[in-house]
């Protein structure tokens, strides 16, 4: 097999913008499949509504494209049905942290084996632009358009708080230490989180001066920093930076399924 076995090649080419990142997640993503030799038939793909959820319609698997905010919804449902299956979500920065934030919230605090990909351009790409809870301050959207005033959200540290047993940050203009890092975070028994940073160059780099993808790209690169290099610094060298690697990884903390499991035995009267 080769990684393009996990493509629906008769259903490209893809309806994402030139220059978009998600496609470098998205290909990210079948190689670790294919790392792992996973089987096609073993892996649930699960994606909600936004640019990110067209990811369902190109993934050669069992595939669900789901309501807005939902995909960990129904991915829990599948996973509480089949616990055997890979259960993949990829959702968006709106998709997940937004409409979606609740069940983004309780599903690592249940630490269900779901792998959970968001995909965090700062922005509601797909409908013209909308300001995200990840859009940065003073960054002008359709709707913010004097800027932004929110604090946005720092996927990481909300990981973390609501119990996610494996969290890690990587960036599309690092496309092989993304698949690294996806593919360790398949291999993690519990809940985990992968925070992809990608640009949206048109509905949020052309309102600020950073309206093709090279420039935006440019522009991601200068703001990361790897965690290795990051601790050499002084707190003020990485104020305004987005650290990347591994942040989080539990690998004590029981799996949900399991004890959903052992609670069905002991309530058949296997006590």
């Not at 299956?85 to 968006?92: F, L, T, Y």
């Not at 709707?143 to 996927?155: A, L, S």
């Not at 996806?182 to 052309?206: D, M, P, T, W, Y």
Request: charged share 25%; hydrophobic share 35%; proline share 4%.
């Amino acid at each position: 097999m080769s990684y393009m076995d996990y493509v629906r090649t008769f259903k490209l080419p893809h309806s994402w913008c030139p220059g978009c990142g998600i496609g470098t997640i998205m290909q990210a993503i079948v190689r670790a499949f294919d790392a792992l030799k996973w089987k096609n038939e073993d892996i649930a793909f699960i994606t909600g509504i936004g640019c990110s959820g067209r990811m369902s319609t190109y993934i050669n698997t069992n595939t669900m494209h789901t309501t807005h905010g939902r995909p960990l919804a129904f991915a829990t449902g599948i996973k509480l049905a089949r616990p055997e299956k890979h259960v993949v979500v990829v959702s968006g920065d709106g998709d997940a942290l937004a409409i979606g934030g609740n069940h983004f919230i309780h599903a690592a605090r249940r630490n269900i084996d779901i792998k959970l990909i968001i995909i965090n351009n700062s922005v509601y790409g797909m409908t013209g632009g909308q300001v995200s809870p990840t859009t940065p301050q003073r960054f002008r959207t359709q709707t913010t358009p004097y800027g932004n005033i929110e604090p946005n959200f720092d996927v990481v540290k909300l990981a973390i708080a609501a119990g996610a047993t494996f969290v890690a940050r990587e960036s599309v203009t690092r496309p092989r230490n993304l698949e690294k890092l996806i593919e360790k975070s398949f291999q993690h028994k519990g809940f985990s989180v992968v925070e992809a940073i990608s640009n949206c160059h048109i509905n949020l780099g052309r309102r600020n001066k950073l309206k093709d993808q090279i420039t935006m790209l440019r522009w991601i690169n200068d703001r990361i920093i790897p965690m290795n290099v990051a601790r050499r610094k002084k707190p003020e060298e990485i104020k305004d930076k987005i650290i990347l690697g591994i942040f989080h990884e539990d690998k004590e903390r029981r799996e949900y399924t399991e004890l959903y499991d052992e609670l069905i035995q002991w309530a058949g009267g296997d006590k």
